[in-house]
């Protein structure tokens, strides 16, 4: 065995282990590794369980990798897991998200621009859940903050950078008759 | 009133809880009511929506502070309409027309477009919940706090359940006999020494109904004290007694 396929043995089993996520620059510095390397071990047993299909995908969400179920077993395995359900985000804050992922770094007085009322709290309550900081300051009077996403938003949708987020539909271009 | 063919009741103005909990807000108004008039954005009057506006939170039971968003677009939307009134120099002014002007035309679809997003990110919230991770599975009570979070009806529903079992039993002769919660507790303590769990119905097996009860009422009295943690998977499961080590250090 040379030394690649151990490294890659031994990736693998660090994933497993780790349960809910490991970032990569971890493994890189446990193994003693560049995150280069790494990360060209971590693709190719992505695409290892890809063309496996089975019942567990490795995943990556942000920076972090997983082990985690096939969306298609979800309502076999239904019956294992504690809670059926998670608990999902509010419409005010997927909106108020969606306007700081798409348009970010952004101020407050952006985002109640777009929605027409007042965000303050929906955005406390997004940076609580470390969905989103505050990434700077705008150089404008009062210097108000900018924010913007965080790796735990991209985790938790489970997206591996900002390109993956779907391209913003233009309005203007559906028809009325469908709204 | 052209708000009377509008239901009333279709559109609710959601108050901001402190958790940032809104959902409607001035802008989902203006969109109710331009799909209510079926016609295109471009061609909706200011006149009739800055009316049908102004009534409508105006009818609504709710405190200036909730209405404060709303009153501001009411403003700026009264704010339109006077200008369409008062002539202009400009010919190409954009209030010239009774038309909503650009800007606020451009907020509404800007608006939308985020709406649309918003759900694109709940499908992909949904479809990130479906991926499970290990330790997913029901038995991971392991945590520690949560622990202390005992039912004591389904304990005490446990607890008959077993001691049916027991008077039934023709091998268990009740006698007189004087039982010491305190003792028992000690011989519990000195159990918890040794092994981390303990059954509750091994632990029982042999004794009378008194002391059965007795050692229950030690349990309760050791868990009171935070001492151990009793955990029970599911009604009329055996009880396990543990050595709660969040306090004892």
Known sequence: MNDLEKTKKAVEAIVFISGDGIELSDIAKGLSKTNQEIKIILDSLIDDYQERDGG???NQGGSKYFFSTDKKVFTSIQYFL?????ETLSKAMLETLAIIAYKQPLTLFDIEEVRGVNSRAVVTVLISKKLIKQVGQKESPGKPGLYGTTKEFLEYFGLQDLKE?????EVKEINFEEI | MVLSEIKTNQFKIDIQTKEGISKNGPLDLLWMLIESYEVDIFNV???????????????NDITIDEKADFIVMGTRLIYYKSKLLTPSSNIDDDYESDSLPLELVEQLLQYKKFQGAAKNLREIEEM????????????????????LDVDLVALLKAFQQFLLSVEKSELMSIEEEEINTELIINELRKILLLESEVSFFLFIKKFTLLKIIGTFLALLEMAKMREIMIVQDSQ??????KKNYINNN
């Open chain 1, 165 to 169: 987020l779907p391209p913003l539909k």
């Open chain 2, 45 to 59: 009057s200011l006149t009739r929506i800055t009316n049908d506006f102004c009534l409508y939170i105006e009818k």
């Open chain 1, 82 to 86: 504690k809670e059926n359900k998670k």
């Open chain 2, 236 to 241: 009329n499961d055996d009880i396990k007694i």
């Open chain 2, 128 to 147: 990130a919940n479906m991926n499970m991770v290990r330790g997913a599975i029901w038995h991971n009570y392991e945590k520690g706090q949560d622990y």
């Open chain 1, 56 to 58: 567990i995908f490795l």
